[in-house]
């Protein structure tokens, strides 16, 4: 019986390790109030860093997960969007004709669809209260059912192609912080941007993304969120953030592609072909 009634739904997010990183060994458990992950991180090279190429993120077809091509897409591109975003905070982002200190490469490993019905009871439960109780500041939680969920596993690389930090990662939408979109993809789109702030966290101060108190997000990043251009050129491979339009069609529960146009038609952040993997080492062994 499903018990959950805020933080989550009936669905658990699945932490796979579906065979995207070089490595999984020595990855440690490092899990938020809402998200399960575990971690690897070289600290001291992360830091080292200062130029990073970003991937595109993939999304692969996969048995069990109901969400079509141009879903997938989306839910891709908006990782490899807030990736772009985040970590401009702390690197220059270069594309794929520059050299790079680090290369990211994300993979979403599963995903369960939002429920449409309930999303659309739970916005439905919305405005009634918005009609009933006008100007009473009460939030109205989402239905506790229906909720989707997001797996995504992704790791930096250095010029030799040596893992320098990975995570593996799995969060349900939930009542409270999670908004209903009426869209198979809502939940997860939204969930995308969670591991994108988390990931980034990660490769930029070589520690644990959770605990400890959130930080403020910088000023300069309010432009880019509203649409404007990006801190460097490379993060418009991705396209730009929906902005205002985005913002407003999130409060009406509109499908996340009514808003946003996706990734431009470019393969600026596609990595060449990525050579056989280097014999095994004792570098490969380092953590923090």
């Not at 009542?175 to 009426?182: F, G, L, Q």
């Not at 930029?204 to 880019?224: C, K, N, Q, R, Y």
Request: net charge neutral; glycine share 8%; hydrophobic share 40%.
């Amino acid at each position: 019986m499903c018990v959950t009634l805020a933080l989550g739904g009936c669905a658990t997010a699945p932490l796979e390790q579906a065979g995207s990183l070089r490595s999984y060994d020595r990855m440690s458990d490092a899990n938020g109030l809402v998200t399960r992950s575990k971690i690897r991180v070289n600290k001291k090279d992360v830091l080292a860093a200062k130029t990073i190429r970003i991937a595109s993120t993939v999304f692969p077809a996969r048995p069990g997960v109901a969400f079509n091509d141009k879903e997938r897409r989306l839910v891709a591109n908006a990782v490899s969007r807030e990736l772009c975003l985040r970590l401009s905070e702390r690197f220059r982002i270069v594309t794929s004709d520059d050299d790079a200190d680090l290369t990211v490469q994300a993979t979403v490993t599963h995903a369960t669809p939002t429920s449409e019905t309930a999303a659309g009871a739970s916005k439905a439960l919305a405005i009634a209260k918005t009609v009933a109780l006008p100007g009473v500041p009460v939030p109205v939680p989402r239905l506790p059912v229906g909720l989707g969920s997001l797996s995504v596993e992704a790791e930096a690389r250095d010029f030799a192609g040596f893992q320098k930090a990975a995570m593996v990662w799995a969060r349900n939408a939930n009542s409270i912080s999670n908004s209903a979109r009426v869209s198979n993809e809502g939940d997860a789109y939204d969930l995308a941007a969670d591991f994108g702030a988390d990931f980034a966290k990660l490769v930029s101060t070589g520690e644990s993304p959770f605990g400890g108190v959130p930080a403020l997000p910088p000023m300069d990043s309010i432009p880019v969120r509203l649409g404007g251009a990006p801190k460097y050129v490379a993060c418009e491979a991705f396209g730009r953030f929906p902005g205002l339009t985005g913002l407003a069609g999130q409060g009406l529960g509109l499908p996340p592609a009514w808003t946003d146009s996706g990734a431009k038609e470019s393969l600026a952040n596609t990595p060449p072909p990525a050579s056989p993997p280097p014999a095994p080492s004792s570098e490969q062994a380092l953590t923090q």
